[in-house]
């Protein structure tokens, strides 16, 4: 099994770009969901889905968009990307109370 | 609401001493506890978990922790550290709430080793 794969590992974007986050899991796991890292802030939670097209809001759910068409994949989607979202992205899924983590997307917004 | 607070942004200790991590957390409801380790430019691995069975709770690299309810705390021990122990350590609590695991994080404490 591969787990919870991530990409890209990095990226640079503009402020105003768009771009798509990738994550996979290969567990057949129900939940998903969405993290963002920032020194000093721990995890806080950006989105999740508990299914294929049912998906919610976290903790910190704006300028992010996503969607769960399928159980493996569940893409976060920055629209217009802000100086604010540079942070570390982790993907994460989930059997009961246990939770697997992707190695993340480090994005830098200029 | 749940709530995790981690007192310490950063330890700081010698090769060989005692590590002590501290986590107090705040549930309505009895709680999964967990500790996470995060190694320089890595993802979260898990250490180890409390989920309501023995309240002493062993992991890997010779880390455990002891659930207490009385004084809601869950810290994270290691009789004696190793340089490669240094990385950062997350607390997190979870309980059942209607189908949804919810895990809410502590803001992380570096560990530094020194030689």
Redesign the interface.
Known sequence: NAGVTQTPKFQVLKTGQSMTLQCAQDMNHE?M?W?RQDP??????IHYS?GAGITDQGEVPNGYNVSRSTTEDFPLRLLSAAPSQTSVY?CAS?I????Y????TRLTVT | AQSVTQLG?HVSVSEGALVLLRCNYSSSVPP?LFW?VQYPN?????LL?Y?SAATLVKGINGFEAEFKKSETSFHLTKPSAHMSDAAEY?CAV?F?GG?????T????TLLTVNP
């Open positions: 939940y969901s993290y000093g802030m721990g995890l806080r939670l508990v982790f989930r009961l109370y246990e939770q983590f992707g190695p993340g | 942004s999964y996470y890595q993802g979260l691995q898990l978990k989920t997350f979870s059942r189908s949804n695991y919810k895990l994080f502590g803001k992380g």
